[in-house]
C-alpha cells in the first residue's frame, strides 16, 4: 500500500511538473525574441514620399527576450549608428544594391512596413547571431497614443534633463503626458558628440518605467492591450497577427524588466566625420549572447 502512494504522488508530481513546463516552455522554444523599432517619423507608416530613404529612419533598435521558462525580460540595445552593409530598395520595392552606413538607415531604405521590418530583423540577426521571432515598429505618434492611455508614464529623473525641458531636474518624478514623453524619448543635441549613444539609456528608462504602468492598467482594465492597439492603428506595424500579438505583448508585461536586464552593445565611436559612426566590439557582443542565450 505504501508503494502504491508513492507511485500516485510520483505521478502527481510529474503531472504537474509537465503542466508547469508546457505551460511556461522548454530549452526548445525558451526564448520570444521580438524587435523593437523606434521610428522617427509621426505621418501613418504606409506614407512615403517618391525618394529613396525617405521612409524614416529606426532611430530606437532594442531586441527584446521573453525567457518563458524564468519569466524574465532581457532587452539589448543596438546603436543607431552601427556601421553595416545596407541593402537598399527604392519606394517601387526594386532592388538598389548595397552601401556602408549606419544601421538607422536600413528602416529607411525599404517600405516603411513588411520590408523594412524584414531587413532590419536581418541586420540584427546577423549582428547578434540569434533568431528573431518578429519585429514592431512603432513611430512618434503611437508612442504618443500609449502615453495617454497610460495616463502619463511616471519616470524617475536619474540624471539632469534640464537642457531637454526645464521639469526634467535631477531628482524629480515625473508623469510624463504625451507631449513630454515625446520629448524625453526624442530630443538631443545633434552637435554633441554621441548623442544618439547617450539617448539610448533615457529610452530604456523610458522602457522600463511604461512597462511598470502598463501592468498596473492592465490589472486594472483586461481590455487595455485593445484599446492600445486601436490608438497605435496607422502608426505601428507588426510582422505578426494580432492575436500573437496581444499574447506576446501579455507575457511581456507578465514579465520581470530589472536594471541589470538591460544592456547596450559596446563599441567605439568615430565623430571624425560628416555623420557619426559607431562601430561593434564584435568579440564583446559574441560574450554577452553566449552568456544570455
Excluded at 113 to 126: A, I, N, T
Aim: hydrophobic letters at 40%; one cysteine or more; a negative charge.
Amino acid at each position: 500500500m505504501k508503494r502504491f502512494r508513492a507511485l500516485i504522488c510520483v505521478g502527481i508530481l510529474m503531472l504537474f511538473w509537465g503542466i508547469v513546463v508546457f505551460a511556461r516552455g522548454t530549452e526548445d522554444d525558451r526564448y520570444t525574441n521580438i524587435l523593437c523599432l523606434g521610428v522617427d517619423k509621426e505621418e501613418q507608416m504606409s506614407e512615403v514620399s517618391a525618394e529613396t530613404g525617405s521612409i524614416g529612419q529606426s532611430d530606437a533598435i532594442f531586441l527584446v527576450s521573453l525567457d518563458k521558462i524564468e519569466n524574465r525580460l532581457r532587452v539589448i540595445s543596438i546603436p543607431r549608428d552601427t556601421m553595416v552593409t545596407l541593402e537598399m530598395y527604392d519606394v517601387a520595392g526594386e532592388y538598389v544594391g548595397q552601401s556602408k552606413g549606419q544601421l538607422t538607415l536600413q528602416y529607411a531604405y525599404g517600405d516603411g512596413e513588411g520590408l523594412s521590418c524584414r531587413l532590419m530583423k536581418e541586420q540584427v540577426e546577423g549582428i547578434l547571431g540569434i533568431d528573431i521571432d518578429g519585429c514592431v515598429a512603432v513611430n512618434f505618434k503611437a508612442l504618443k497614443g500609449v502615453t495617454d492611455l497610460l495616463g502619463g508614464v511616471p519616470v524617475y529623473m536619474d540624471e539632469d534633463y534640464t537642457y531637454i525641458r526645464p521639469e526634467f531636474a535631477q531628482g524629480e518624478t515625473v508623469n510624463l503626458s504625451a507631449d513630454l514623453a515625446h520629448d524625453f524619448c526624442r530630443a538631443r543635441i545633434i552637435t554633441e558628440d554621441g548623442s544618439a549613444y547617450r539617448r539610448i539609456h533615457r529610452l530604456q528608462v523610458f522602457m522600463s518605467s511604461a512597462l511598470s504602468r502598463g501592468k498596473s492598467v492592465l490589472a486594472e482594465n483586461p481590455m487595455w492591450l485593445f484599446e492600445a492597439w486601436d490608438a497605435m492603428r496607422g502608426y505601428c506595424f507588426m510582422d505578426m497577427d494580432l492575436k500573437s500579438a496581444i499574447q506576446i505583448a501579455t507575457d511581456v508585461i507578465a514579465c520581470n524588466l530589472s536594471a541589470s536586464d538591460v544592456y547596450t552593445l559596446d563599441g567605439y565611436q568615430d565623430s571624425s566625420k560628416m555623420y557619426e559612426e559607431f562601430y561593434l566590439d564584435e568579440a564583446g557582443v559574441a560574450r554577452l549572447v553566449n552568456e544570455l542565450f
